[in-house]
């Protein structure tokens, strides 16, 4: 069977093509990404309306592309995935309307995808791909959560954001440094060259004995400090980078710690990270030490599948397929749900 994915949720658009055959891991036959980052930059963040134009304009030519790379035409098609949300609503819309117009016409049936599935699954068309259970760690520019993942479907939720997402937190304390948008590589790059010990920066609920996190008090702390830098004088590229340094050493020492604490109340052996904060590098390199120490296995998604593309769209829509965890549908009801 033959996915084709369709992701519009926000900034990225993505097509894919994925093929499941029986009970074998699913193949990502071709993909592409239209990023809109360049375009949203000179407004500091993401005009949804020019997002949504910017999908229209995009969503077919990529579709072609990956038909041409897969060496595949429509007609090899058997269903179109999409994401159903959440994400902007206008971006949402131009990926369910192409994704049931294309089915329509080719009479076959589509299946709405949650966005935030198709990230907690990505890692599976990574080379090390999981084995079920495992505990996810979903951190994204929306979301920052903890699950327990049985299988395809099978989602308890051990923790979440009580505020601000972790992407946020990388985002909105950029955005203080004057760093541009997206925020999180930018300060990700910055930290390289700073101390991470020169600012004591709150690390919120690490000792709150949940698996819950809070991050909106971060952003508050980092804009102190870098007030207290201008009122000194001192604001230098390196008392920058030392900030951001801190910064990226606070939000990275909760989300470890709160995983492996996810890990032994769960006592699973298994970490699957993902959503685009899982490309930072300090959190890798501090979750593979920990891990290594006691004898854990992490997870990733591919870098190039860490932030959003249509891949993991097709990939959800076809492992929910596969595991008889939904039915694709012929009535072209292209309902999406922005929250
Ligand atoms: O998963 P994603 O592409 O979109 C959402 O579904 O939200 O995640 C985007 C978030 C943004 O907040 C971005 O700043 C963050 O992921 N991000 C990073 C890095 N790459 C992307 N944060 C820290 N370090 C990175 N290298
Ligand atoms: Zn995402």
Redesign the pocket.
């Known amino acids: 069977m033959n996915v084709l994915g369709i992701e519009s ?2 900034d ?1 658009t993505g097509v894919a093509l994925v093929t499941i055959d029986g009970g074998a891991v699913p193949a990502l036959r071709a993909h592409a990404l239209h990023s809109q980052v360049a375009m949203h930059q000179d407004y500091g963040g993401v005009v949804p309306e020019l997002a949504s134009r910017d999908h229209i304009r995009r969503v077919l030519p990529l579709a072609r592309q990956v038909l041409h790379e897969a060496q595949a035409t429509l007609a090899d098609v058997d269903v179109v995935a999409f994401t159903r949300g959440p ?1 902007l609503a206008g971006a949402l819309l131009v990926g369910a309307g192409v994704a049931c117009a294309l089915a329509a016409a080719l009479g076959k049936p589509t299946l709405g995808v949650h ?2 599935e198709g ?1 907690l699954l990505s890692p599976f068309l990574s080379a090390d791909a999981p084995e079920f259970p495992f505990v996810a760690l979903l ?5 920052t959560q903890l699950m327990r993942v049985e299988g395809v479907g099978d989602y308890e939720l051990l923790g979440e954001t009580i505020d601000d ?4 937190a ?2 909105k304390s ?1 955005k203080l440094l004057g760093l541009g948008y ?4 930018a ?2 790059r910055l930290a390289a060259f700073g101390n991470p010990e020169a600012f004591a920066l709150p690390r919120p609920l690490l000792h709150s004995g949940n698996l819950d996190f809070s991050f909106a008090g971060l952003k508050t702390a980092v804009l102190t400090q870098h007030r207290k830098l201008e009122a000194a004088g001192n604001v230098c590229e390196q008392s920058r980078a030392d900030l951001a340094a801190s910064t ?1 050493a606070a939000i990275v020492e909760v989300l470890v710690k709160k995983s492996l604490a996810a890990l032994k109340a769960t006592g699973l052996k298994r970490l699957v990270v993902s ?3 899982g ?3 300090a ?1 890798r390199e501090q979750l593979n030490t920990a891990a290594q120490r006691r004898g854990l296995r992490v997870h990733y998604p591919e870098l190039a599948l ?3 593309n249509g891949a993991m769209i097709a990939l959800a829509a076809a492992m929910r397929l596969q595991a008889g965890r939904a039915e694709a549908a012929h009535d072209y009801a292209f309902d999406v749900k922005p929250r």
Do not use: R, W
Request: hydrophobic share 30%; proline share 6%; charged share 10%.
């Open positions: 949720s926000c990225e994400g966005h935030l990230h951190v994204s520019g929306g979301h997402a972790a992407g946020e990388f985002d950029a997206p925020g999180g590589p300060l990700s990226q959503g685009g904060v490309a930072n590098s959190l860490c932030t959003d």
